[in-house]
């Protein structure tokens, strides 16, 4: 399977999302060029068609996603989608106006699991990530998506977690688009988890009733979408 994830999936994108109304204010960011890395959030698990997706079609850019089912921060030895930092090396040398990335989900379970891999290997990995990121788009503005709060996974791992990668955001001036803090998509909470979530396709489309990881079109257009989009307006005019 190719790094660029370049599915197709048009005929089956819901109107509403394809663009801005022509009445709708100029955020700055039509015609941009963004590059998209990370697991399966990013990438959008079995449909192809993730937050960020929406996202460039509304705002009208040209998204590159390279993301992977299964993708670590950290050198998981069990991640079946690689590292994320594999991802960024692959990728085109030419810079992007806009990085966005997630990451953590999938190490959050590994190292819940495995004695063996540790927060200080996922921090050390994750600083070699943002360093690539860097030494390779030095223009390019980046944005961490840090995703919801997750039902299926340890909670105390997932904070560890989330407080080392903020930390690192910080160093790197990284803008984070906080969609775990800022707005209230909780999959702990069982009814968010079967409204919000989905596993497999229904007619097509992301269904409900999922394990809490991957946001369905009602999880992607109430929580993430709005935050990303806002995080990468307020960048827009650095």
């Known amino acids: 399977m190719p790094v660029a994830q370049l599915v197709n999936v048009q005929s089956k994108i819901r109107p509403e ?15 941009k060029s963004v590059y998209a890395f990370g ?5 959008g698990h079995v449909y192809p068609h993730s937050f960020v997706d929406v996202v460039a079609e509304r705002e009208g850019m040209a ?12 050198a998981d030895p069990h991640a079946s989608g690689g590292q994320i930092l594999t991802q960024v090396e692959q990728a085109a040398d030419d810079a992007p106006d806009f990085v966005i990335f997630d990451g953590g989900t999938n190490d959050a379970q590994s190292i819940f699991r495995d004695r ?18 860097e030494r390779k788009w030095p223009t390019a503005r ?14 105390d791992t997932q904070v560890a977690l989330r407080e080392a990668t903020l930390e690192a955001c910080h160093k790197w001036d990284i803008a984070v688009a906080d969609v ?10 069982d009814t968010q ?31 993430y979408v709005p935050v990303v989009s806002e995080t990468l307006q307020k960048i827009s005019s650095r």
């Not at 998204?63 to 089912?69: E, G, S, V, Y």
């Open 116 to 133: 063996a891999y540790t927060l200080g290997g996922y921090v050390e990995e994750l600083e070699k990530t943002l360093q690539a990121m």
């Open 142 to 155: 980046t944005v961490y998506v840090a995703a919801h709060k997750l039902g299926s996974r340890d909670w």
């Open 39 to 43: 697991d399966s959030i990013v990438y």
């Open 180 to 189: 775990f803090g800022e707005t209230t998509f909780d999959t702990r909470d």
């Open 63 to 74: 998204l590159t996603k390279f993301a992977r089912n299964g993708a670590t921060i950290g």
């Open 17 to 31: 999302w394809r663009s801005r109304k022509e009445d709708d204010v100029d955020n700055g960011l039509a015609g």
């Open 193 to 223: 988890r079967a409204k919000y979530t989905f596993d497999g396709l229904a007619n097509g489309f992301p269904g409900t009733e999922g394990s809490g990881t991957h946001p369905n079109e009602a999880g992607v257009s109430t929580f």
